[in-house]
């Protein structure tokens, strides 16, 4: 069925753009080089209120793959935060946005002075965009057009799709960056440096604000979730009058407060993941496990460094389904890793018979440029490396489809990410990360919103996605 393998392809490539953790490039033996990223100079002018937008902004950009630069001169485009309240603010503001153009040139303005776009544009015929108060996207969409974020599949986290929307529903929070592994076939490290973790009383804050502004769902990002907090030695924070301890499942529970569906991205096996599944089968968290798994053949596992290299993960992952029997896990697969052998294949064949995840992405072993696994022994030949994937695409297709197969007849909170004109609706279950997993297709869904969390009775199922309607629309 070539319509279902070009699905299939299509979200593992989208998994690509967005796993930090195995990506490569095609041509070897000539690896990958890796592009800079764009900075963006900031000013900020005005109330508190600004400033929190100045943030958001800047968080969003960070987000997408940003720098940010000190000053005009290493800046790729300035943003000049206006404030309009008085006539001596729009002149400051004014003023702010001359210097931007006379030392940088290239300026977006946004904030109150947005307003007076025509005024502006008048006196500085060069600004790029104007946008208003608020209009984050917007300020988003701008940056992206003058200085395009160039995201490498190689290094950031956030798939490439989700960008050009950046709906306001689903905000993806970062908690670290960095990581203080050494995976053969990862460049994070040199590139990123060690793990650096956020505070969390700074990380809950801005959840706070991005739930305040429309965000429903939460998409907690790092290069590894599972390390939060390790570098600034569980130290604790303050957090509304209580002490917040700077450790994954200490923070999933806050975000848990805060947010109606939060995800967790990134989760390496290590034993303390065990702790954060019943904040799921409490419904504090949504029952969803990222885990890159990439093998798990334990010679493969060992020559890719891998951490959280249990051998009894197996035996983990059936009581995790005790705990928490909704329970959905995503990972991804390298075939045709170096030395990788038949029977390390077939190991992994059958370890993912045993596992059923019910989302999986695979690729094909390439190097990127400055990766140790380069230089490994026994390359696998490309067309071994193509057989392998075929099988592996193969076998969870139809583990994939027989799980889904399984919730036809079931009623399932779906948020809602699209309605159409035809009175149809596109959402995700929870077992389903925005860009990267399924959908659930809805009839009779015209009344409803995005953004909207909604009971839907699921009619039907495919490899991929669900279809169904909203519970008290039948017809
Ligand atoms: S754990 Fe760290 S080193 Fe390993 S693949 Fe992920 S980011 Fe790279």
């Not at 508190?48 to 940010?68: C, F, H, W």
């Not at 939060?262 to 419904?283: F, K, N, S, T």
């Not at 705990?323 to 190991?347: H, K, L, M, N, Q």
């Amino acid at each position: 069925m070539p319509g279902s393998w070009r699905r299939v392809d299509h979200l593992a490539q989208a998994h690509l753009e967005k796993c930090p953790d195995l990506d490569y490039v095609r041509a070897y033996p000539m690896a990958t080089k890796l592009p800079t990223p764009p900075r963006v100079g900031m000013v900020s002018l005005g109330c508190p209120k600004n400033l929190v937008d100045s943030e958001r902004i800047l968080t969003q950009l960070r987000a997408d793959g940003y720098q940010m630069s000190p000053d005009y001169a290493g800046a790729d485009v300035v943003l000049v935060n206006t404030c309009g309240f008085l006539d001596s603010a729009k002149e400051e503001s004014l003023e702010a946005i001359g210097e931007a153009i006379k030392e940088n040139g290239r300026v977006i303005v946004t904030g109150c002075m947005g307003k007076e776009a025509e005024a502006i544009r008048t006196r500085f015929p060069d600004v790029l965009a104007i946008t208003g108060a608020h209009e984050y996207e917007q300020v988003v969409e701008a940056v992206h057009a003058a200085a395009p974020a160039n995201l490498s599949p190689y290094i950031d986290l956030i798939p490439d799709a989700g960008l050009k929307l950046t709906p306001r529903h689903y905000s993806y929070l970062k908690i670290s960056e960095g990581c203080n592994h050494r995976c053969s076939f990862c460049i994070i490290p040199s590139l990123r440096g060690d793990l650096v973790s956020r505070r969390p009383d700074a990380i809950l804050r801005e959840a706070e604000k991005l739930v305040a502004a429309g965000t429903r769902e939460l998409l907690v990002i790092s290069q590894d979730t599972s390390a939060y907090g390790i570098d600034i030695r569980r130290e604790p924070r303050m957090w509304k009058g209580q002490e917040v301890v700077p450790h994954m499942t200490d923070l999933a529970r806050e975000l848990g407060k805060i947010a109606p569906w939060v995800r967790l991205h990134y989760v390496y096996p290590y034993p303390h993941v065990d702790q954060v599944i019943p904040l799921m089968a409490e419904g504090l968290v949504l029952p969803y496990l990222d885990i890159p798994f990439q093998h798990a053949a334990p010679s493969v596992l060992r020559r890719m460094k891998r951490p959280g290299n249990d051998a009894k993960v197996l035996q983990r992952i059936h009581q995790w389904r005790e705990i928490c029997p909704d329970i959905a896990i995503r990972s991804t697969f390298v075939v045709g890793f170096p030395g990788e052998t038949e029977e390390d294949f077939e190991y992994l064949l059958d370890w993912l018979e045993e596992a059923q995840l019910d989302r999986v992405g695979a690729f094909r072993f390439e190097p990127v440029e400055g990766a140790a696994a380069n230089a490994l022994p026994d390359h696998v030949p490309e067309e071994v490396k193509e057989e392998r994937y075929a099988r592996i695409m193969e076998k969870t297709a139809a583990i994939s489809a027989a799980k889904l197969a399984a919730k036809v007849g079931r009623t399932l909170p779906v948020i809602i990410d699209a309605v159409d004109e035809e009175g149809g609706a596109t959402g995700r279950s929870q077992a389903d990360a925005p860009e990267i997993d399924g959908e659930v297709f809805l009839r009779d869904a015209g009344h409803l919103t995005i953004g909207d969390i909604v009971q839907v009775e699921i009619e039907d199922a495919d490899e991929h996605d669900l279809y169904g309607v909203p519970v008290g629309a039948h017809g």
